[in-house]
């Protein structure tokens, strides 16, 4: 998962969409591997906001607004 999240250092090089189709053909791979199901949930997930995640690592952007946490 760690190597899926950091792919966003990747925006400007040449090998952007192949390093991200590879780490995220591992994370696949390791989610369906698992005997856990919470990582499948997981995989459910990230498939499902794909689109969105592929932006965001692409273009650094994201329409989310900062949050405050207050205790």
């Excluded at 090089?13 to 791979?29: G, M, N, P, S």
């Excluded at 856990?36 to 650094?60: F, H, S, V």
Aim: hydrophobic residues 35%; positive net charge.
């Amino acid at each position: 998962m760690a190597e899926l999240i950091s792919t966003h250092r990747l925006k400007g090089t040449d090998e952007t969409r192949t390093v991200i189709a590879d780490r995220l053909f591992r994370f696949y791979d390791g989610c369906a591997a698992s005997r856990r199901p919470e990582l499948k949930g997981l995989a459910t997930t990230i498939e499902t906001w794909w689109p969105e995640i592929t932006t965001l690592i692409q273009t650094r952007l994201s329409d989310t607004r900062p949050r405050i946490c207050r205790s």
